[in-house]
């Protein structure tokens, strides 16, 4: 049995961009060509060869493509043929030395990483010859072909084009629900690109609705999601608190660590194991608030950001009940005794809770009234209200 083939990437980029009005494979994103976000997301998720279809303006992107290690393949006559025309040269080359390959527009460049390798596994473990990529129920890019798929698509003669053709493929196929918003921006117009560039600058920090999707793909149970969600609305409240008083915390950061932090209930050593997947979907910021939840790194406690902030909201928080902070702790020498270190790390982390608290104190999170009693105020400790 021979070695299995390396795994693949067709991306076209052989169009003249009438409707976007500006060609597209070298628009900026964030100082990075359009094309080459796409390409850079494609190797992170491991795909080996990257083939790129060309046509106008196909000089342009030779030295983009050699600096990158992709393979041009020419469509002379792009301006006479269709997208699929181009499809098809580009999976014809593919094929030769290739298995799997993932087909998608070179427009669509903001999808993650860890989508790629995603339906790359899922192909391996369900054998499916097609896998199509879903965001909330809708189709996205990239798709993921085998050999014999690929096969049916350069034989296809029906109406439809690509779609048509995939539609009309008779093998197994999986569809990938992700968390992955990135699996439906493209930039065929304008309002498009714009769209693409709004969700850039904000998708290392998923909003509610995002979180929430990434909560049920993970599988958090739903008792540890009310929990995050009753976490969330505490540390919010003193974000913004904070932040009438002159404070600059972000509370779009805040409501993601919050509402992510135990994500990864399920598993041993939860905080890292949260924090490891977080960054594998490409969100650093809220990995390091959920990292230091249990447990604050060495001088966080004197800094009031959103890693502190959520791990104090986590510590007077219980199930969905908030709690004063001395009640949460209380008994730790009973509860501990014949642990040294154990104990000892329960102290730290009350000591630590009890530093922030005084940080939010001091910073006008809590009425200037309250008196110092390490517990929240009145208006802090009532349950938590149903969304």
């Excluded at 791990?311 to 501990?336: P, Q």
Aim: with cysteine.
């Amino acid at each position: 049995m021979g070695a299995e083939r390396p795994l693949g990437a067709v991306l076209t980029a052989a169009g003249r961009s009438v409707r976007m009005g500006r060609w597209k494979p070298l628009l900026p994103v964030g100082g990075v060509p359009l094309l080459e976000t796409g390409i850079r997301a494609l190797r992170a998720g491991g795909v080996q060869r990257i083939y790129v279809v060309t046509g106008h303006r196909a000089e342009e992107l030779r030295p983009l493509l050699a600096r990158l290690g992709a393979e041009e393949v020419h469509n002379p006559d792009y301006a006479r043929t269709d997208m699929f025309a181009s499809v098809r040269l580009g999976l014809e080359r593919a094929a030769q030395d290739c298995g799997a390959v993932f087909l998608l527009p070179g427009d669509v460049a903001l999808f993650r990483s860890h989508s790629v390798r995603t339906m790359e596994q899922l192909r391996r473990a369900r054998g499916a010859e097609l896998v199509i990529p879903r965001f909330r129920g809708e189709r996205g890019h990239p798709v993921l072909l085998s050999p014999a798929c690929i096969a049916h698509a350069l034989a296809w003669s029906g109406a439809g084009g690509l779609r048509g053709a995939l539609d009309a493929f008779s093998g197994p196929r999986e569809h990938a629900d992700l968390p992955d918003p990135g699996l439906l921006l493209d930039a065929d117009t304008p309002a498009d690109f714009q769209r693409l560039l709004d969700y850039r600058r904000v998708r290392g920090i998923p909003d509610r609705a995002l979180c929430m999707d990434l909560l049920a793909w993970a599988g958090t149970p739903p008792e540890v999601v009310r929990h995050c969600e009753a976490v969330a609305r505490t540390a919010l409240a003193l974000a913004e608190a904070v932040n009438a008083e002159g404070g600059r915390l972000s509370t779009r950061l805040v409501l993601a660590g919050a509402l992510l932090h135990d994500i990864a209930k399920k598993s041993p050593r939860h905080d890292r194991a949260g924090a490891e997947l977080l960054r594998m979907l490409d969100c650093p910021a809220p990995a390091a608030v959920a990292q230091a939840h249990m447990t604050l790194p060495p001088g966080a406690a004197d800094r009031l950001d959103a890693r502190s902030l959520v791990y104090y909201a986590d510590k007077i928080t219980w199930g969905t009940r908030r709690v004063a902070l001395a009640d949460r702790f209380a008994g730790l020498e009973a509860r501990f005794a014949g642990a040294p270190a154990a104990l000892a790390a329960a102290r730290r982390r009350y000591a630590d809770a009890r530093r922030v608290e005084d940080r939010i104190r001091q910073a006008g999170g809590f009425p200037q009234s309250t008196p110092q009693l390490h517990g929240p105020p009145s208006w802090l400790a009532q349950p938590v209200p149903p969304t």
